[in-house]
Each structure stands twice: as structure tokens, then as C-alpha cells.
């Protein structure tokens, strides 16, 4: 059975940091390219990250350049999603999931896979920045 189980959420005052896990099972988890989703209260869900563990390279939004870090490791099967300077408008539950690689594993990336793309999701976690 497959499975993604993002964990690390939780409130935060503003310029703090978080470090978000997604632990995957059930499938062989460098042959994908995992991404970090958000979706805040009334707004659609947006790409914020996501890693090839097989050519490790990664990409990020603009809106958390140089303030996420997303990692994995390979051997634990989980990947993270490394927060600082966090903002009010950071908050969102935020999701991981799963995308096959077969194009995405072969180059650096450029961008993240689209939303539709996407195999697997996990559950979700909240993560709520307060001013």
C-alpha cells in the first residue's frame, strides 16, 4: 500500500522556523520526484518545492526561495521541507506527494511537476504563522 505522511506542522510566530517530514512507503522512492504543496484557508493549492533524490536537484517557488530548504533522505524514504523566517502568510496545510520520474529524474530541474501530475498524496499538516 502506498503512502505519504507529512508531519512537522504546528504554530510558529513569525520569523521562526518549522521543518516539515514526508515519510513515504509502498513504492521505490527515488524513482520520484516528490513535491511540497500548500493550499491556505479560501486560496487554491500551490507548488512551494520539490526534490529529485535521484539527481539531486530541486526547485522552489518565489515566494520561498531563500527561505525553504527541501531535502531527502533516500535511505529513510522521507523527504523535508526546511522553513525559516516564516511568515503570516505562510500558513496552510501543507501536503506532499509523489510524481513518477521518468523525465524529471533524468534533468535539473526547472520547475516542479503540475499538480495533475502527481501519483500520491499524503494527508497534510498544518502549519499556522502568527504576527
Known amino acids: 500500500e502506498v503512502q505519504l505522511q507529512a508531519s512537522g506542522g504546528g504554530l510558529v510566530q513569525a520569523g521562526g522556523s518549522l521543518r516539515l517530514s514526508c515519510a513515504a512507503s509502498g513504492f521505490t522512492f527515488d524513482d520520484y520526484v516528490i513535491g511540497w504543496f500548500r493550499q491556505a484557508p479560501g486560496k487554491e493549492r500551490e507548488g512551494v518545492s520539490c526534490?529529485?533524490?535521484?539527481?539531486?536537484?530541486?526547485y522552489y517557488a518565489d515566494s520561498v526561495k531563500g527561505r525553504f530548504s527541501i531535502s531527502s533522505d533516500i535511505a529513510k524514504k522521507t523527504a523535508y521541507l526546511q522553513m525559516n523566517s516564516l511568515k503570516p502568510e505562510d500558513t496552510a496545510v501543507y501536503y506532499c506527494?509523489?510524481?513518477?520520474?521518468?523525465?524529471?529524474?533524468?534533468?535539473?530541474?526547472?520547475?516542479?511537476?503540475?499538480?495533475?501530475?502527481?501519483?500520491?498524496w499524503g494527508q497534510g499538516t498544518l502549519v499556522t504563522v502568527s504576527s
Open positions: 506527494a509523489a510524481a513518477v520520474g521518468t523525465y524529471y529524474n533524468t534533468v535539473l530541474l526547472t520547475y516542479c511537476p503540475a499538480h495533475d501530475d502527481y501519483d500520491y
Open positions: 526534490i529529485s533524490s535521484k539527481v539531486g536537484s530541486t
